[in-house]
Nanobody, 124 residues
Framework: QVQLEESGGGLVQAGGSLRLACAASGRTFSYYTMAWFRQAPGKEREFVATINWSGGSTRFGDFVKGRYTISRDNARNTMYLQMNDLKPEDTAVYYC?????????????????WGRGTQVTVSS
């Protein structure tokens, strides 16, 4: 079992930045591919970003357009999402997810463990 806990969400004005963190516990963190997803009210869950076990491979959702950076610190069992130039449409609950294996994937159903989420609200 892997336990995931997100932090760092909050209220920010459009154009601002937030840094989300996902702390993992329970198993060897470096064995897992990690990802961020988000879900806005009334919308489907959406892929945001993923990072492979070493941090050497990352992928982002099309909407990111260079505004976000995903990283991980395996020594600290933590993954991060740096979000810049935030827009009101980025408002959502952001979830971190973990998948045993080395390949970064973008499909939520491929992930085995999920955090409870952290709310990000961007005001216009």
């Amino acid at each position: 079992q892997v336990q995931l806990e997100e932090s760092g969400g909050g209220l920010v004005q459009a154009g601002g930045s937030l840094r989300l963190a996902c702390a993992a516990s329970g198993r060897t963190f470096s064995y897992y591919t990690m990802a961020w997803f988000r879900q806005a009210p009334g919308k489907e869950r959406e892929f945001v970003a993923t990072i492979n076990w070493s941090g050497g491979s990352t992928r982002f959702g099309d909407f990111v357009k260079g505004r976000y950076t995903i990283s991980r610190d395996n020594a600290r069992n933590t993954m991060y999402l740096q979000m810049n130039d935030l827009k009101p449409e980025d408002t959502a609950v952001y979830y971190c997810a973990a998948r045993y294996g080395v390949k970064a994937v973008v499909v939520g159903a491929e992930y085995d463990y999920w955090g409870r989420g952290t709310q990000v609200t961007v005001s216009s």
